[in-house]
């Protein structure tokens, strides 16, 4: 009685030794060390065995003396995995395991048992496992785990040292208590991954709500997939859907083209990248493909679609791979491959479950970056849609003003042009008369004075007459009165001319005309303007004209655009007139200088005045449509447009403004000397 109270104070000391940790690492190496001692046996162990690639990892191993602790782990060693065929079978079941030298038969005999983890039952096989012979004792208990690993305690000692009832139980409690810290730390485990997988998948699915860039998203993913399963390589590669279930066939560039927008790979140091090696039709994509389910391979060497000798493989160090399928129930967008190149790896549920939940999720942000682009390249359609017919809406409008501009000018053409005919008959009859009415006064003047020679003394009445009419005055001043006459009939002529010049009705087609008499038109039809008024002291015209050859153009068009550069001088000369003094418009008259230059294949025409000159802001808009400084009803802001319309669009030339306040304007028109009729057909 007194033995069973010390045992159980022994083993509810070592019990509280064990459970003063909570890490699952410490509390087995505390295990092992109390074994040690308590049952005071040359070494003592924990390792776990997996049964899919019969493989030891051990946790912990101890030596009672640090002595012999090279001898006894060379000897462990040996005879452990020499004879380890002989415990598979009973590890591999999870059953106690007791080998000890028989006290009761010849040392050269051993006894081996195998037995349930309750010792009353333990018995001796009718076949034992063949354990071959040993230089130790040595006690396997299993430590039960819900994984897919078993836990085994194990103790050597010498062949001397029989494994007693007491021993066992001891062992067995201490298994116990480690099954119980092996389901705390797996519950632990879960519950961390649980969590892990939620925050994994929860900033997956921000980044999915911030971002639409499918290359960032699935980098970001994928890398934090790579920490948080503590993978060697993790690969996302965005399949296409195949025809009839068959690859395609791409030559070299078509590859590196496709490897470069859909391959994307996060590496762990020190293992490189594989993109550029990466078979976008190996067996195992191939059958993802087909199949549209995982694959957890634990040694890819043992894996008949990769095969033990695969190039790829080989050189990629891959030794475990786990591939998950990235899809929805329609369609498949992409496979994640994770893979393990350090050492073999099993794959657990809770590595596929972690892998497949973030499948899940990067098939949703596939899907949403697929149906974003969608949207967004259906928005630039429709917003360049949206664009042209604002434009085709603009330019018919534009071109509506300027019919109506032209149905206006060719009304007023048409009538100036009827004008100056009506006038002109009138006015060629009364000129084509003059040299023959001043003919015949000369004559009759003539007649006149050799009557007075002939008859010096007319007699009264006549000599009445002419100091009546004062003859002498009379004969005086009928002379003045036909030059007058004469220059009145030559100066409406010149007036006609230039309306007809300026209309230029019957010449709408391209002629080579002479500039300089375009602008001389339009400053005779604007001369009244240019005479002073009140509050406007009279503009002067400054002409600086180069020699010029003709130029081919559309001359109605041309005088048009003069008129109206040529008008706006005016009214700008006019503005700065009512804010200048009477002394400040003698030192500075108002001025409109008109020069012409010649260049290789262009001439240049410079309509410049000493105005206010014309703001930044407003310089910005003068050529555009209805845009105008003028008060309502004295311009409809279509002057400039229209002029640039038809220097720029109908001559391929070149209008700009160069002002600044104070300064005066500038307009600069420049015009190719000849005319391309295929470039002014594409221009109009």
């Known amino acids: ?117 309750n010792p009353e039952s333990m018995v001796k096989p009718e076949n034992p496992p063949a354990l ?84 960032d998203i699935l980098t970001e993913a994928i890398a934090q997939l790579l920490n948080a399963l503590e993978v060697d390589r993790c690969i996302v590669h965005l399949v296409e859907e195949y025809q009839n279930n068959q690859a395609l066939s791409w030559d070299k560039q078509k590859q590196i083209a496709f490897r470069r927008q859909h391959l994307f790979e996060v590496c762990r140091d020190p293992y490189p990248s594989t993109i550029e090696d990466f078979d976008t039709h190996g067996p195992l994509t191939e059958w993802v493909i087909q199949n549209r389910q995982a694959v957890s391979i634990a040694d890819v060497t043992k894996d008949p679609r990769i095969g033990a000798n695969n190039p790829e493989y080989i050189a ?41 939940a973030v499948a899940d999720q990067l098939a949703i942000s596939i899907q949403q970056a697929e149906l974003y682009k969608k949207v967004h390249t259906a928005m630039l359609v429709q917003q360049k849609k949206a664009e042209e017919l604002k434009a085709a809406l603009e330019q018919l409008k534009q071109m509506q003003t300027q019919l109506i501009q032209s149905e206006k000018m060719s009304a007023l053409g048409q009538m100036v042009a009827g004008i100056a005919h009506e ?96 602008i001389d038109s339009t400053l005779l039809i604007l001369k009244n303007r240019l005479k002073g008024k009140p509050g406007c002291p009279p503009i002067e015209v400054v002409k600086n004209y180069s020699k010029l050859p003709k130029v081919e153009c559309y001359v109605g068009q041309l005088n048009q655009v003069f008129m109206n550069l040529i008008a706006n001088a005016i009214d700008a000369l006019e503005e700065s007139s009512q804010h200048r003094d009477r002394q400040e418009m003698q030192q500075n008259p108002n001025r409109i200088t008109i020069s012409t230059e010649l260049h290789s294949k262009s001439v240049v025409i410079k309509i410049k005045d000493n105005g206010l000159g014309i703001k930044p802001e407003i310089k910005s808009r003068l050529f555009d449509p209805f845009f105008t400084t003028k008060p309502a009803g004295k311009g409809t802001g279509m002057g400039l447009s229209i002029s640039y319309q038809i220097i720029v669009q109908k001559h391929g030339g070149s209008l700009k403004c160069i002002s600044n306040p104070g300064e005066g304007a500038e307009f600069r028109v420049e015009i190719p000397l000849t005319q391309r009729p295929v470039s002014l057909a594409l221009l109009s």
């Open 132 to 215: 071959g012979k040993s230089n130790f004792s040595c006690l396997f208990v299993p430590v039960k785990s819900q994984t897919n690993l078993c836990g085994y305690l194990s103790c050597f000692a010498r062949l001397d040292r029989t494994w007693s009832k007491g021993d066992i139980e001891l062992v067995q409690l201490i298994a116990q208590q480690l099954e119980i810290a092996v389901r705390q730390a797996h519950l632990y485990q879960q519950i961390e991954k649980q969590a892990q997988r939620e925050r994994l998948v929860n900033q997956i699915t921000s980044q999915t709500r911030q971002s639409f860039e499918l290359k």
């Open 1 to 117: 009685m007194s033995q069973t109270n010390e045992s159980r104070q022994m083993w509810h000391s070592i019990i509280g030794k064990i459970w003063q940790s909570m890490d699952l690492n410490q509390i087995i190496a505390t295990a092992v060390d109390e074994l040690l001692i308590s049952l005071q046996v040359e070494r003592c162990s924990f390792f776990w065995y997996s049964p899919e690639t019969n493989q030891v990892q051990v946790v912990c191993d101890r030596d009672l003396s640090k002595k012999d602790k090279v001898q006894l782990s060379e000897s462990l060693a040996e005879d452990l995995f020499q004879n380890f065929a002989a415990f598979t079978q009973a590890i591999a079941s999870g059953q106690l395991l007791v080998n000890h030298e028989s006290t009761n038969e010849s040392k050269n005999e051993s006894t081996n048992a195998i037995a349930s983890v």
């Open 423 to 518: 006038i002109n008959n009138p006015v060629n009859f009364i000129y084509g008369n003059l040299s023959y009415l001043d003919c015949y006064i000369h004559d009759l003047m003539h007649l006149v004075q050799l009557y007075q020679k002939q008859y010096p003394d007319p007699g009264g009445e006549i000599s009445q007459y002419i100091e009546n009419i004062d003859l002498e005055f009379l004969q005086e001043d009928l002379a003045k009165i036909l030059g007058s006459m004469r220059i009145g009939a030559d100066r409406i002529r010149e007036i006609v001319l230039s309306l007809r010049n300026f209309s230029r009705l019957d010449e709408s087609d391209i002629k080579q005309v002479d500039i300089h008499e375009g």
């Open 316 to 356: 990629a160090q891959i030794k475990s791979s786990l591939v998950v399928p990235v899809q929805t129930h329609e369609k498949l967008y992409a496979i994640l491959y994770l893979n393990q190149c350090g050492c073999l790896r099993s794959w657990s549920q809770q590595d596929e479950e972690l892998t497949q």
